[in-house]
């Protein structure tokens, strides 16, 4: 079983819809979660972090965490073409020898069409 | 303006050539991080750092060396071990401490074997 576990992508969703994106994780005492979006051929940017049970919206980005079921997912909603990316889960998690560290997902390719 | 600056942006190597990636931040962060990327794949860990003279290997260490001697820079060797080196590969850098951040990443490097 993978660490941190996407949706299998790719994902195409219609402009103005709702793209829900979502992540499981292997540690049960992970805290912390981010959401990245990386376009092609560039670098991961931080777009979303969330720390307690619940929804954080930011924008049209709303990210979910509910740690009890070990799940963190992210709604785009009202998409747009621009938001056609891969969209990367990680997950701060305790290592025994190094101390904690962000484990990442394998990422989920979205396509926004016009 | 505060980042990670890495050089060159695109690099390409020989056989049997050993190459450094360069990794510049001036965020005063304490902890930086060597990615590689694989098209179509997530982010793998190749050597990661918490504090300065200190270094730990991450999940793809082999054919790779590190150094930190300084806060500000991370360079990343590819030696001539490394069977397959062509990848894009990223930095990255987070404060420590018992509140995680998340990464902040540079602009990465694509190495292109020849």
């Known amino acids: 079983q993978k660490e941190v576990e996407q949706n299998s992508g790719p994902l195409s969703v219609p402009e103005g819809a709702i793209a829900s994106l979502n992540c499981t994780y292997s540690?049960?005492?992970?805290?912390?979660f981010f959401w990245y979006r990386q376009y092609s051929g560039k670098s991961p940017e931080l777009i979303m972090s969330i720390y307690s049970n619940g929804d954080k919206e930011d924008g049209r980005f709303t990210a979910q965490l509910n740690k009890a079921s070990q799940y963190v997912s992210l709604l785009i909603r009202d998409s747009q073409p621009s938001d056609s990316a891969t969209y990367l889960c990680a997950v701060n998690m305790l290592r025994e020898t190094s101390g904690s560290r962000l484990t990442f997902g394998e990422g989920t390719q979205l396509t926004v069409n016009p | 303006d505060g980042g990670i600056t890495q050089s060159p942006k695109y690099l390409f190597r020989k056989e049997g050539q050993n190459v450094t990636l360069s990794c510049e931040q001036n965020l005063n962060h304490d902890a930086m991080y060597w990615y590689r990327q694989d098209p179509g794949q997530g982010l793998r860990l190749i050597y990661y750092s918490q504090i300065v003279n200190d270094f730990q290997k991450g999940d793809i260490a082999e054919g790779y060396s590190v150094s930190r001697e300084k806060k500000e820079s991370f360079p990343l060797t590819v030696t001539s071990a490394q069977k397959n080196p062509t990848a894009f590969y990223l930095c990255a850098s987070t404060e420590t401490g018992a509140h995680s951040y998340g990464y902040t990443f540079g602009s990465g490097t694509r190495l292109t074997v020849v």
């Open positions: 540690d049960r005492v992970s805290q912390s």
